[in-house]
């Protein structure tokens, strides 16, 4: 099942990556329209308008138990949804409830909220379920919108919560995600000016990984990773200027990445392939190539995660930690001396040597005296790196304060 957004609706637009991987209906997209009502029509407006959508693009509603009203509720139970082409690929939705739904001329259908329990994706490479999924202020196109490719065909959203997230990749390994939250907010021209995300508690076990990856996971002394993930980000239309503030990856008992950018040259025309759902990469790379840098910060917060890394490398070196460290600040300069710049050298050198002994923070910050445009960084990068720590006003700190 594809959903994709309305130019036309005021409210959030829905980032395609984000409900494809939450509604896994969308493994079933293939490339021919299936007719309307292959499945046997429920005689409600709105049910059915839900229903040709799942049907899209050679997916197939098998059966559904039943359909109920309950005031501004309509109900959907059990239903199963197969894709033509690959009769091992099954789709369950246990409860499918769809509030304040209107249905307008053509098969648009709008939602005041969209609750979905008892997700279930199988197929011959593994599975992927949902215990809850909820979405409000949702905007659907239609059937004919998403086959045509209609500049419509984007879906929006106000807020999204998914709980009771469980992936397997078969032999590629598996996970689960306690809760996935998002919103977008302050539309201005349909486009949103600020929004928020959270995605709590990926919890990966060595057990669930295959081979190689539960052997890297292990040899760090490590039998499960639990990592969360959140941020917030902001866009200001009359200065251009996007900031991403405090995105925070989070590993237990391991170490903790925050990152904060600023950029400038962020047009409207840009925002609105970014948030279309539906946006085009041709168009999207040469916009991006137009923006700039303005800050950049990041911070590396160490609970364990250096001291295993660096103990496993000391022992497949036949060292200890304490001679591994030693090894590699003596080669810091060596190392760094490709940077042709002798007190920027001196001071990485200094604040990585601090680290690696005792390492309890390191600080990469970027602080342009005037934004300087990305095509700038990636022509300087491939031709003269040696010159970007000056240009980006690089500094790096060891073992401060937050």
Request: net charge negative; glycine share 8%; no cysteine.
């Amino acid at each position: 099942m594809h959903f994709f957004s309305s130019s036309a609706v005021k409210s959030r637009r829905l980032p395609a990556f984000t409900l494809s991987a939450l509604m896994a209906t969308s493994i079933l997209a293939g490339s021919s329209f299936a007719p309307a009502w292959a499945y046997e029509p429920t005689g409600n407006d709105v049910a059915d308008a839900f229903l040709d959508l799942l049907e899209v693009q050679e997916g197939s509603v098998k059966s559904y138990t039943s359909v109920e009203e309950d005031g501004e509720t309509v109900r959907i139970k059990g239903i199963e949804l197969a894709n033509e082409q690959d009769e091992n690929a099954l789709i369950t939705i246990g409860t499918t409830d769809l509030t304040g739904g209107e249905v307008a001329e053509g098969g648009a259908l709008s939602l005041e909220e969209m609750a979905l329990e008892g997700v279930k994706m199988d197929s011959k490479d593994g599975s992927f379920a949902i215990a809850s999924l909820t979405v409000s202020d949702v905007e659907l196109p239609s059937a004919e919108e998403i086959e045509s490719g209609s500049e419509n065909a984007g879906p929006s959203y106000g807020s999204l919560e998914a709980a009771g997230i469980k992936v397997d990749a078969g032999p590629e390994g598996a996970f689960t995600v306690e809760r996935l939250q998002t919103s977008l907010d302050n539309y201005v021209d349909d486009i949103p000016t600020s929004g928020t995300f959270s995605i709590t508690n990926v919890e990966i076990k060595a057990e669930d990984l295959d081979e190689e990856g539960r052997k890297n996971l292990t040899d760090l002394g490590y039998e499960k990773l639990n990592i969360s993930v959140n941020g917030k980000g902001s866009w200001d239309p009359a200065t251009q200027v996007a900031s991403f503030e405090d995105v925070a990856v989070e590993m237990q008992n391991a170490a903790a990445l925050n990152v904060s950018v600023k950029l400038g040259g962020v047009t409207k025309e840009l925002m609105q392939e970014l948030t279309s759902g539906a946006g085009d990469q041709d168009k999207i790379g040469p916009m991006m190539q137009s923006t700039s840098l303005s800050a950049l910060n990041i911070r590396l917060d160490n609970s364990s995660l250096v001291e295993r890394i660096l103990d496993k490398q000391a022992k497949d070196s036949g060292t200890d930690r304490a001679g591994l460290v030693e090894q590699l600040k003596m080669g810091l300069p060596l190392m760094l001396s490709i940077l042709q710049n002798a007190d920027f050298e001196k001071s990485v050198s200094t604040a990585v040597g601090d680290f690696l002994g005792d390492p309890k923070s390191l600080t990469v910050t970027a602080q342009p005296s005037a934004p300087v445009p990305v095509m700038q960084i990636m022509g300087t990068a491939m031709m003269a790196p040696q010159a970007l720590p000056q240009i980006l006003g690089v500094t790096i700190a060891a073992n401060t304060a937050k």
